[in-house]
């Protein structure tokens, strides 16, 4: 009945760092980490990776392992069912079969490196970046993409963009071979690389391969704060990059970085962003609120007080500004754990609504400010891991009566704290 050879399956290298709409894809590495690694916000690959090109001879050898995997998911009947609970069950039995032929009792499901000198925050991250997975992660990680519709592939890391569209096209058609049922491929990519390096006929060369879209990290289109966080790309290969790429018949979904410009930058931050999306005529307009983390450029400036950061309520009159300001058909989408407000909707139909739920929260007091906080971070947290740590449930059990906060409990300092505590471990 069972033509998969279970002892023969093997690990492939899928991607940690995704978009959040590329959750439930299956994914595959065309490169590792990324090529500028340089802005001073981002702890992605900070810790000492260091990029490379992959051949095609590997990853041609991760999608037939990803198709063994497959393989035997639907030889078990796995994936098909309507029960989560019931199919992860199966999947689990599936895991252990494959370690008994193999002859595996258990696996490390840890990184390669041991960082044991690095704080509690970092080791939190490092737990779910893994260059390494084990296949446990592997079958439930095309387990998921099986749920989700096995409709969606993205292809790694930071900017595959990089890549020559026949490399790319020769990797999507043997995709395809394995997986005919993916209809959306989408990659990462920088501004710099399609602004400078890529012409309009290469461009449409990617589109043909299969790229239906492209995601961009604008995070900002003040010159100024882009300067200062490193990046490496000005405000107007932005915009011309996105304007190559809708030109070549691909969707741009850009990212931005409320709080980007810290207190001081904060205005220039949001007013220049606005300008540069209307520019951009993005598809999409991703919200992702930024956090200072250790080990990055970002925090050392914010140590030696060259970086002030920006508070709640200026980061939710940034958004506020965008949303006025932006003056192009375009999604607003705040799907970021690391955002306060869930600000969603289509530019410019939907902006009253917007500004509604923004001013909602400004209007409410410095306490209700910090309730709502709480209660918004924790729900954020809890929707993305599930329970909460044991440092958080200790920083919220004097305020719980049961399952719910109670904010009388609670001093502004215990409210601050624990705030704070949970955005630290938000993915952002």
Request: charged share 25%.
């Amino acid at each position: 009945m069972f033509s998969t050879n279970l002892a023969a399956i093997e690990p492939y290298e899928i991607c940690s760092i995704r978009p959040p709409t590329e959750n439930t894809s299956i994914t595959f590495r065309l490169t590792r980490n990324c090529p500028w690694n340089k802005c001073a916000f981002c702890p992605v690959y900070k810790l000492g990776a260091k990029f490379s090109r992959r051949s095609i001879e590997e990853i041609k050898r991760d999608v037939d392992r990803a198709k063994a995997i497959d393989d035997a998911l639907y030889a078990y009947g796995i994936g098909d069912g309507i029960s989560l609970g019931a199919e992860y069950r199966k999947a689990h039995e599936l895991i252990n079969r494959i370690r008994a032929m193999k002859g595996i009792s258990s696996e490390s499901n840890t990184n390669q490196t041991c960082y044991e000198d690095l704080d509690d925050r970092v080791k939190w991250f490092l737990q779910w970046f893994k260059e390494t997975p084990t296949i446990e992660d592997c079958v439930y990680h095309i387990l998921q993409w099986r749920l989700s519709g096995a409709k969606t592939c993205f292809l790694g890391d930071a900017d595959s963009m990089i890549l020559k569209p026949d490399f790319l096209k020769e990797i999507i058609e043997y995709i395809k071979i394995n997986f005919p049922s993916i209809v959306r491929f989408t990659v990462y990519g920088r501004t710099k690389t399609v602004a400078q390096l890529r012409s309009h006929k290469e461009l449409v060369e990617y589109q043909k391969a299969g790229i239906n879209r492209i995601h961009f990290g604008l995070e900002s289109g003040s010159n100024e704060v882009l300067s200062l966080m490193n990046k490496g790309v000005t405000a107007e290969e932005h915009i011309d990059a996105c304007k190559k790429i809708r030109d070549a018949g691909m969707s741009p979904s850009v990212y931005v970085m409320p709080g980007l410009g810290g207190m001081v930058l904060s205005h220039i931050h949001a007013h220049e962003t606005a300008r540069v999306i209307t520019k951009c005529q993005p598809d999409f307009v991703r919200l992702r609120t930024l956090e200072i983390f250790p080990h990055t450029p970002l925090a050392a400036m914010a140590d030696g007080k060259t970086f002030i950061e920006a508070e709640e309520e200026q980061i939710a009159k940034e958004i506020r500004i965008l949303i006025e300001e932006i003056n192009c058909e375009t999604e607003i989408l705040s799907d970021s754990a690391s955002n306060l407000l869930d600000v969603y909707g289509t530019l410019p139909y939907d902006r009253q609504a917007m500004l509604h739920t923004i001013d909602t929260y400004l209007n409410l007091s410095a306490r209700e400010k910090l309730e709502y906080s709480l209660e918004m971070r924790l729900g954020h947290f809890l929707g993305q891991y599930g329970s909460p740590t044991p440092d958080i449930m200790d920083a919220i059990r004097p305020m719980l009566n049961g399952d719910t906060l109670v904010f009388s409990k609670a001093s502004d300092e215990m409210l601050v704290h624990a705030i704070r505590l949970i955005r630290s471990k938000l993915m952002p």
